[in-house]
């Protein structure tokens, strides 16, 4: 099953912009994830799911700052405009063979 | 509007069982397979189970296989989880969440479940 790996934490500053990566492992780059953002003590909420191709589909309400875009392995979150509400963690996700898995998270702080 | 609303947790002693339980509305519960993922303390999320639409396929990772069971009711818009033989470290949040084309496109907020002595 894939592995997805994101840097444990990533910093800007407010109205700056930054991007987040999840690397699929070797001979899953082809694969559609999603990404999460979990605020501090609050749920998860899903944000949008992105394909290979960098074509991406966000949720509902999700502001126009979040785009995803992808490069080989690699699957990208861009935040723009960074807000003070922007700080959190954030997920990627995919599935295979009967499994969901999850990247360890990326802590974003919002300077 | 889509609402996953999680109940049952609370406080067992290792060895214990519980149930939680989670009431789905706003969108066509039969039609999506439905998931538990749970987030220990300080710690990321970590997928437990899934099960389809219709109750054909059911999957479990390797950390609950056997003691843990999913279920749902379409009738009821309900989901289920069952947790038996409980150890320290299932203590975590459980969320429920729906899954379209195969990814978790909503969550829950959660129902905290605790192993202790």
């Known amino acids: 099953q894939p592995v997805l790996t994101q840097s444990s934490s990533a910093s800007a500053s407010l109205g700056s912009s930054v991007k987040l990566t999840c690397t699929l492992s070797?001979?899953?780059?082809?694969?559609?994830i999603a990404w999460h953002q979990q605020q501090p003590g609050k749920a998860p909420r899903y944000l949008m799911k992105?394909?290979?191709?960098?074509?991406?589909n966000k949720g509902s309400g999700v502001p126009d700052r979040f785009s995803g875009s992808s490069s080989g392995a690699d699957r990208y979150l861009t935040i723009s405009n960074l807000q003070s509400e922007d700080e959190a963690d954030y997920y990627c996700?995919?599935?295979?063979?009967?499994?969901?898995?999850f990247g360890g998270g990326t802590k974003l702080t919002v300077l | 509007e889509v609402q996953l609303v999680e109940s049952g947790g609370g406080l067992v002693k290792p060895g214990g069982s519980l149930r939680l339980s989670c009431a789905a509305s706003?969108?066509?519960?039969?039609?999506?397979?439905m998931n538990w993922v749970r987030q220990a303390p300080g710690k990321g999320l970590e997928w437990v189970s899934s099960?389809?639409?219709?109750?054909?396929?059911?999957y479990y990772a390797d950390s609950v296989k056997g003691r843990f069971t999913i279920s749902r009711d379409n009738a009821k818009n309900s989901l289920y989880l069952q947790m038996n033989s409980l150890r320290a470290e299932d203590t975590a949040v459980y969320y429920c969440?729906?899954?379209?084309?195969?990814?978790?496109?909503?969550w829950g907020q959660g129902t905290l479940v605790t192993v202790s002595s």
């Open positions: 969440a729906r899954a379209a084309a195969y990814l978790i496109d909503y």
């Open positions: 706003g969108f066509t519960f039969s039609s999506y397979s």
């Open positions: 099960i389809s639409s219709s109750s054909s396929y059911i």
């Open positions: 070797s001979g899953h780059s082809s694969y559609i």
């Open positions: 992105l394909e290979g191709s960098g074509s991406y």
């Open positions: 996700e995919t599935w295979d063979s009967n499994t969901r898995v």
